[in-house]
């Protein structure tokens, strides 16, 4: 049951209580304690709204990077990473398999916020051995939504 | 200059143009409308479906295909029909594939009827059965299907409507608009009461797949009996979300299903080849996300059903297909009323009851076609309406 109300909560966080406990038969009362133990343990970490900013004016440039990093004795890849995760405008930081090691996602107000950020924060971090940096250009899915969808679904108002 | 009336059939003529052609109109034509009006899924056709129609164009796979169907096709629609409801049709004797459900519904009729043969009919119930049969000679017999009995035929009611000209009986179930089903044991009632006639079942089957509560459809053929006098029919569009593809098909006894492949195959040569070639795939490897969009369903379900009853609208929990069919008697407006003042008012469009026969009055049908957030945006304008009907 809680697994049905993650994947409902997944899909939108700002669901009311009432009408997770219309979906899964629950009371409101045991929907309301069910999550909020799930917030308590670490479950849920948070709520946030999906934004395609790309139609605000005040958007934002992103980039993945690429790095390359030498692992140190006994702590592998965890201080590089835990450093690089401080940067409030690093989004996402992932341990990869293949040709890098890790890879960040950061998100700035310009390009030029990003390269200032590859070369002035990251690059010269010890134990990082190159950088690759490449701009997202246009999203075309995100947060698993199709951003440049039509909203009509071509179904029209009414039909028997 | 031509009068047209003299040269067009009196049948045709006959047959009224629905009475809420001019709501659906206006509805399709409005926009931003909050819909709950549509009868398709929303959900796209499955991709591995999509992309094996792809293929069959790529490999100029675009010839007739026999008429009646891809043989591939028909292997898979026998592999199904044994799978899902325990029913063997040969695929070379016993299967036809149609332009959707409704050619099937159509040929059926066509092949059967007699002039002044009695086709019964259960309503609320899709569109198509009475006008078609009208065509083909038949005089259609109305049971209307009560809220008490969760719209269910029952044995009284099939007897009182049995005469000596009836030539079938058409079971659609599960029912668009009610969403009320037929079970083993109500099959097996109706089953009783066939024996030794020569009745037709014209099964419409085309929302098998969509049941609730874990209840497995029971195909009105698999009930001993049954199978000689049925014609089994079901369909692509509402399973696999492919209304556009415009596939479906017929199974039934060789004797009756060699005529209505005489019909088809004059009428319409054979269906669709690339949405035969997509279909294979439909069947074949689709269980997983068939099972995802039913339990999607599902949870759609349950909210416009809760969301009915707390604001007043007593609605059964429908079992099969996917619309609500609550009631709005308790508002005094007829359906037609409540539909146009709904629609004017709020930008909510949902079907009248009376769309599906005169014994949807008092009832309106909402499809839950549509997004939790849509249903719950348009759940919260149906209740601002009702506040102020109250009000007014």
């Not at chain 1, 997202?136 to 108002?157: H, P, V």
């Not at chain 2, 049925?230 to 415009?246: C, D, Q």
């Not at chain 2, 007043?312 to 009631?327: D, H, N, Q, V, W």
Request: glycine share 6%.
């Amino acid at each position: 049951m809680n697994n049905k109300i993650l994947k409902l909560l997944e899909n939108n966080a700002r669901m009311s209580n009432e009408t997770i406990s219309a979906i899964t038969g629950l009371t409101e009362e045991e929907t309301k304690h069910r999550i909020e133990n799930m917030e308590d343990n670490g479950i849920i970490r948070g709520y946030k709204a999906l934004i395609d900013w790309e139609r605000v004016e005040d958007s934002y440039v992103s980039a993945i990077i690429e790095l390359k990093v030498i692992p140190k004795a006994r702590l592998g890849f965890e201080e590089i990473a835990a450093h690089i995760a401080q940067y409030p405008n690093v989004e996402s930081v992932f341990l990869m398999s293949g040709a890098c090691d890790l890879c960040v996602i950061v998100k700035c107000k310009t390009f030029h916020e990003v390269s200032a950020f590859v070369a002035k924060e990251l690059a010269v971090i010890e134990g990082i051995t190159s950088t690759a940096t490449q701009f997202i250009m246009r999203r075309y899915k995100d947060f698993g939504i199709e951003l440049s969808s039509a909203d009509d679904d071509g179904r029209g108002n009414i039909s028997l | 200059m031509i009068n047209y009336k003299n040269i067009l059939s009196s049948t045709v003529q006959d047959i009224k143009p629905s009475g809420i052609r001019k709501f659906f109109d206006i509805a399709n034509t409005m926009e931003d409308v909050i819909s709950l009006g549509v009868g398709e899924p929303d959900f796209r056709t499955p991709w591995q479906v999509r992309s094996a129609g792809i293929h069959s164009l790529e490999q100029a796979n675009t010839r007739y295909t026999s008429n009646k169907g891809l043989e591939a096709l028909r292997e898979e629609i026998s592999v199904y029909t044994k799978r899902k409801y325990g029913i063997s049709y040969n695929p070379e004797t016993e299967i036809l594939v149609t332009v959707g459900g409704s050619e099937a519904i159509d040929m059926a009729l066509r092949a059967i009827t007699e002039p002044g043969d009695e086709i019964i009919i259960p309503q609320p119930s899709y569109v198509c059965y009475e006008p078609i049969t009208r065509l083909a000679g038949g005089v259609p017999v109305i049971i209307h299907t009560k809220a008490e009995n969760d719209f269910k035929v029952t044995p009284e009611e099939l007897k009182q409507a049995i005469s000596e000209k009836t030539k079938a009986l058409i079971l659609p179930y599960p029912c668009n608009p009610t969403g009320g089903i037929m079970g083993k044991e109500d099959l097996e009632q109706l089953a009783e009461i066939l024996q030794d006639t020569d009745i037709v079942v014209i099964s419409d089957e085309i929302y098998a797949e969509l049941t609730f509560d874990n209840i497995k459809h029971t195909s009105a053929a698999s009930i001993p009996g049954m199978r000689e006098r049925t014609v089994l029919i079901n369909g692509f569009s509402k399973t696999f979300s492919m209304t556009g593809w415009r596939l479906g098909y017929a199974c039934a006894p060789e004797p009756l299903l060699n005529e209505i492949t005489k019909i088809h195959q004059y009428a319409i040569m054979c269906a669709p080849t690339t949405s035969q070639y997509a279909a294979i795939e439909a069947l074949r490897s689709c269980d997983d996300v068939v099972r995802d969009m039913v339990e999607e369903y599902d949870m759609r379900r349950k909210l416009i059903v809760k969301g009915f009853n707390q604001l007043g609208l007593t609605c059964r929990e429908p079992k099969g297909a996917f619309y609500a069919f609550p009631s709005i008697q308790s508002t005094g407006l007829t359906s037609e009323e409540f539909c146009e003042r709904l629609l004017y008012s709020k930008k909510v469009a949902v079907v009248p009851g009376t769309a599906f026969g005169d014994s949807g009055e008092g009832f309106i049908r909402a499809s839950y076609c549509y997004s939790l957030l849509h249903i719950e945006k348009a759940l919260h304008l149906i209740g601002e309406f009702l506040e102020e009907l109250k009000n007014n």
